[in-house]
């Protein structure tokens, strides 16, 4: 086959309301398909509309000045429809072949495809699918694993391609197609920022959750070791963001890793903005964070009941929660707790005491998220199949996951408006304590993180203080 030009495309959402502007990741998982793509001599470009915040013919333009032979759209739950008029464009317009695929393509096949005119879908990983494709220009689609495409008006899904077992044999991201680091946001308490992902999947079953059952696949240590000493020494990175969703599944490995970070002297600041599982800790592992740089994780709670933990087939009890917090508070390591308003089996009364659990537990930080019902996902079918949905999120979801608003779908008494007040009442007593905004003053170390704070407490507090049922300043 001739030598094929691809280019990729991370999306803005330009009509997108309550989005967590401050922060912007490079798109990795992009640099991981162009990095491959790049070893079998494929000639790529990234495009991150999303840190540049293009509009339509602004992306347009940029990939008609590239006249690519194929285009590779990343596809997330709030740009649906950006890429929906994207990809219809560049077939319309300019007659390229579109290939989705990304985080939020799996359960969205039949509108993803049916509307954006997409010549296919990668389900699952994209590096060895996304090459066969490009490998085939795109033809003989019927004997390619793990894409989805539409034939004759119908919706045909192959069967899936097998994950990759050998995650070390995956080139490192192609760091040198991204803008420069230096323009990417976050809260960082060191400048640049990289992010990198050190274990792919998940063995644990949250019914809210895409990643749930998709298998664990660590790397080795020494990979891992190996893309960071390049981060540091070629791109001048300060800070590494890790966004595994199991980091320390295995706590030798974790311990390895961390032993072999603090042996290299950094001095870098290391953050786990994605979360780390409350009961794979062990006191001795969070010291060895701490020697290694970590300043700030997650942790995974959802909710202050356990039944409605056990539901969520969270695998997870709230005791662990308690002992972990106390770890990372004697090691003055920040951490935010991660909640969830109207799981399946909420009640007011359950989710007041999600609020008595937040301050008792007391993180320093917590985010009171709306429970989304993410097509692909074992809550959207069950939802789905039993007439809950308020508004079908296959569709997007205009709003962003930062927004205070109600929520998608109603369940038995539970009505979105009371899933709305609880949000705002949690917020409320959470951080509107002296001490509690003390402490967020005092967590605070350096310019970047007080603007991050500002830019995200800002459109909170007035979602907030916006009385039900009235427009915020976002028009929502």
């Not at 603090?262 to 964070?289: C, Q």
Request: with cysteine.
């Amino acid at each position: 086959m001739a030598k094929a030009k691809v280019m990729l495309v991370s999306p803005y959402s330009y009509t997108a309301k309550e989005i967590n502007e401050p922060t912007q990741f490079p798109p990795v998982g992009l640099a991981y398909v162009a990095a491959y793509l790049e070893s079998k001599g494929v000639e790529c470009s990234i495009l991150d509309a999303n840190l540049y915040k293009l509009g339509h013919e602004e992306m347009f333009s940029k990939v008609e000045a590239y006249n690519p032979d194929i285009v590779g759209i990343s596809v997330n739950i709030v740009f649906i429809k950006e890429v929906i008029r994207l990809s219809k464009d560049i077939k319309k317009r300019l007659n390229k072949t579109v290939i989705l695929g990304g985080p939020s393509s799996l359960g969205n096949l039949d509108y993803l495809l049916g509307n954006s005119l997409a010549d296919c879908m990668v389900r699952g990983e994209g590096e060895h699918v996304f090459w066969n494709v490009v490998s085939n220009n795109a033809k003989n689609l019927e004997d390619i694993k793990g894409i989805s495409f539409m034939k004759d008006g119908i919706v045909v899904s192959n069967p899936k391609e097998e994950l990759i077992k050998d995650v070390d044999a995956i080139p490192f991201p192609a760091y040198h197609l991204l803008p420069d680091l230096k323009l990417y946001r976050s809260r960082s308490r060191k400048h640049p920022v990289a992010t990198i992902v050190t274990s792919r999947g998940c063995p644990y079953s949250c019914v809210f959750c895409l990643s749930a059952n998709t298998g664990w696949r660590p790397r080795s240590p020494e990979n891992v070791l190996k893309e960071m000493e390049m981060l540091v020494e070629k791109y001048g990175v300060k800070q590494i963001d890790i966004l595994d969703d199991n980091f320390t599944l295995e706590f030798k490995r974790a311990e390895k890793i961390l032993d072999m970070i603090i042996e290299k002297k950094w001095k870098i600041a290391i953050s786990f903005p994605n979360g780390v599982r409350a009961d794979r800790l062990t006191e001795n592992l969070v010291h060895k964070m701490k020697l290694a740089g970590v300043y700030r994780v997650g942790i995974g709670i959802e909710s202050g009941r356990q039944s409605i933990v056990d539901g969520i087939k969270k695998s997870l009890k709230l005791e662990h929660v308690r002992e972990c917090i106390k770890w990372f508070r004697k090691e003055s390591i920040i951490v935010c707790g991660f909640f969830m308003f109207g799981l399946p089996g909420e009640d007011m009364a359950s989710m007041e005491e999600t609020i008595q659990f937040a301050n008792e537990v007391d993180p320093h930080y917590a985010n009171f998220g709306v429970t989304v019902p993410l097509p692909g996902t074992q809550l959207y079918k069950t939802l789905k199949d039993g007439g809950h949905l308020i508004e079908d999120t296959q569709e997007g979801i205009t709003t962003g996951y930062y927004s205070i608003k109600g929520g998608h779908y109603s369940m038995g008494d539970l009505k979105p408006e009371d899933v709305l007040t609880i949000q705002k009442k949690a917020y409320k007593k959470f951080y509107f304590r002296p001490k509690k905004m003390l402490e967020l003053a005092l967590t605070i170390r350096s310019l970047r993180e007080l603007k991050w704070t500002i830019g995200m407490s800002m459109p909170l507090l007035k979602g907030i203080f916006t009385p039900n049922g009235k427009k915020n300043a976002s028009g929502h």
